[in-house]
C-alpha cells in the first residue's frame, strides 16, 4: 500500500496529516493502521449523533479495525497514542487481553442486603454502551477457549448499525435474560496464528471489520530501529499541526454534530440531556435524513464508479477463493458510504458529495487489495505469470540505474541494495515498506547478496544478466 500521506484525503485535510505524523512518532512506520485509528476515533465521536439511513435499514459511523501483523511491530504501542487520545476527547476506552463471556455482555452476581437476603444483580459486561475497546490480543478470537465459544457471535453483533434490532446482545441464563445494547468500537490486534487466513475465509466478523495486514521482514524491522536509534536522548521537536490541535479538532467535532441533532431536531439542549438511551436513538432516527445529505448529482455516480472498482479486484481469481472475496464487496460498500460521511465531517460539510466519496474509495480500495492478495497467497495461487514478470522488470529497471562497484575478490558490478530499493519506491509510487515487501517477495530471488562492512549490496544473478 502507499505512504498514508499520499492519499487524497491526507492531502486534502491537515488535521488529518497531522494526526498520522503523530501517531507515526509512536507506532513507526504504521501509516496506514494510524490513518485506519482516526477513523475508528471519530467514528465514536459521531456514534451519539450520526446514523446513515440506507432503504429500510441505516448504517452508524463507527469503524472496526482488525490488524494483523508480526510481533513487537508497534501493535500494542499505538494503542497508547489512540489512547490519550481517547481519553482528551472524553471517550470512555477499555482494554481486552482475556476474559469470559460473561466478561463482554455482562452476567448476573449474588448480593446479600443488609438483612442477609440474597438478589441478583446484574453486572455491564465490557460490550455495553459506548466505548472504544481494544483488543490487544486478538488471537482470542481466532482461537477462543471453553469460556468464551460465544465471543465472536457477541462481537458480530456488536459491530451492526446501533439502533437496529441485530445490535441487540442476548443471553439467557437461569438467573434471567441478559440484553445489552452496545455502541462499542472494536480494536483488534494479533500476530498471525497459524490457520489465520482460514479463519478469515469462514467467519462472519472479517466482513464487519477492516482487516488489515503487513509482513514485516528484517529489513523493515532494522530500519525502524535505525530510525528509532535516531531518537535515543532527544524529545520529539514541535510539529505543523498539535497534539492540542487534534483534540480540539474531536471535541469541536462533538459540539458540532450534537448541535446540528438539536437544531434539526428543534430539541432544546436541556431536554436532550435529560433524555434515555431509547429516547435519543428514536430522535437521532427520526432525523438521519437530515443530518447528513448526499449531493445528488455527484454522491451517486462516484458510489457506483467505486462499486465498479471492487468488483474490478475479482476478476481473474481463482474460483477457490472467488466467492469469499465476493462476500467483502457489501462491507467495502458500507465502508463506503461510512467513510464518505467521516470525509464530510473532516470537511464540516453536511452535504455528502461526490469528492467525499473519491476520497473513501483511494484508501478503501487499497484496503481490500491489501486483503485479497494476502488470501490468495494462503490458497496456494501461486503468483500470476504476467505479475510475476512485470515485477522482475520493476526491480531490473531499478536496479540498473545505480552504479555498481567492485568489492575485490567478490567480483564487481555489486550495488547498494538501499539505493536500488529507494529507486524502486520512487518509480513505482510506493512507500518504504511496500519496497521492502516487494523485494522479498519478488526480487529476492534475483540478485545474489554480499555485505561490506554495514553496508548490503546485491548482484544480479549471471543467468538474468
Known amino acids: 500500500m502507499r505512504n498514508a500521506k499520499d492519499y487524497q484525503a491526507a492531502k486534502r485535510f491537515p488535521i488529518f496529516k497531522g494526526y498520522i505524523d503523530h501517531f507515526n512518532e509512536t507506532s513507526i512506520d504504521n501509516d496506514i493502521p494510524g490513518m485506519l485509528s482516526f477513523f475508528f476515533i471519530q467514528g465514536q465521536i459521531a456514534v451519539p449523533y450520526v446514523r446513515i439511513p440506507w432503504g429500510p435499514a441505516h448504517l452508524d459511523p463507527r469503524n472496526h479495525v482488525f490488524w494483523i501483523q508480526s510481533s513487537r ?15 482528551d476527547v472524553g471517550v470512555p476506552s477499555d482494554l481486552y487481553t482475556t476474559g469470559t463471556d460473561a466478561g463482554l455482555i455482562g452476567g448476573f452476581e449474588m448480593e446479600e442486603d443488609e438483612d442477609g437476603n440474597k438478589q441478583a444483580i446484574l453486572k455491564e459486561g465490557m460490550l455495553t454502551g459506548r466505548k472504544a475497546l481494544n483488543f490487544d ?6 482461537n477462543p477457549n471453553k469460556h468464551s465459544q460465544e465471543t465472536v ?12 434490532n441485530n445490535n441487540k446482545l442476548v443471553k439467557h441464563t437461569k438467573l434471567g435474560r441478559i440484553e445489552t445494547e452496545s455502541l462499542v468500537s472494536l480494536w483488534i490486534t494479533t500476530y498471525p496464528p ?12 472479517f466482513q464487519r471489520v477492516l482487516l488489515y495486514w503487513s509482513h514485516w521482514n528484517t529489513d523493515r524491522r532494522k530500519a525502524v530501529s535505525m530510525i528509532r536509534a535516531e531518537s535515543a536522548f532527544k524529545r ?22 450534537r448541535n446540528r441533532v438539536l437544531s434539526v431536531t428543534e430539541t432544546p439542549f436541556v431536554e436532550w440531556d435529560g433524555m434515555s438511551r431509547e429516547e435519543q436513538e428514536s430522535l437521532i432516527q427520526s432525523a438521519m435524513t437530515e443530518v447528513f445529505k448526499a449531493d445528488e448529482g455527484t454522491f451517486y455516480p462516484a458510489l457506483r464508479d467505486a462499486i465498479d472498482d471492487y468488483y474490478s479486484l475479482l476478476s481473474g481469481l481463482n474460483p477457490s477463493i472467488m466467492e469469499v472475496v465476493a462476500s467483502f464487496v457489501p462491507a467495502m460498500e458500507n465502508n463506503t458510504i461510512i467513510f464518505a460521511t467521516h470525509m464530510a465531517m473532516l470537511d464540516e460539510s453536511w452535504i455528502v458529495k461526490g469528492e467525499h466519496v473519491d476520497m473513501a474509495k483511494d484508501i478503501l480500495y487499497d484496503i481490500f487489495k491489501n ?10 495461487i501461486g503468483p500470476k505469470t504476467q505479475e510475476k514478470a512485470a515485477q522482475r522488470g520493476k526491480w531490473a529497471t531499478a536496479y540498473h540505474q545505480v552504479e555498481g562497484i567492485d568489492l575485490g575478490n567478490r567480483g564487481d558490478g555489486w550495488k547498494a541494495k538501499t539505493k536500488v530499493l529507494k529507486i524502486y519506491e520512487t518509480q513505482n509510487d510506493c512507500s518504504r515498506g511496500s519496497a521492502y515487501n516487494n523485494f522479498e517477495r519478488w526480487g529476492e530471488p534475483m540478485f545474489d547478496n554480499a555485505k561490506d562492512g554495514r553496508v548490503a549490496f546485491i548482484r544480479l544473478k549471471e543467468n538474468l544478466e
Open 73 to 87: 511491530t508497534g501493535k500494542s504501542i499505538a494503542w497508547e497514542f489512540i489512547g490519550d487520545i481517547l481519553r
Open 137 to 142: 490480543e486478538g488471537s482470542i478470537i481466532l
Open 153 to 164: 457471535l457477541y462481537l458480530q453483533s456488536a459491530c451492526n448499525p446501533v439502533g437496529s
Open 194 to 205: 497459524s490457520g489465520v487466513k482460514e479463519y478469515v475465509l469462514t467467519r462472519g466478523i
Open 236 to 257: 520529539t521537536p514541535p510539529m505543523e499541526i498539535s497534539y492540542e490541535d487534534i483534540t480540539d479538532y474531536f471535541n469541536a467535532l462533538d459540539k458540532r454534530l
Open 371 to 380: 486483503l485479497i492478495l494476502w488470501l490468495e497467497d494462503e490458497v496456494n
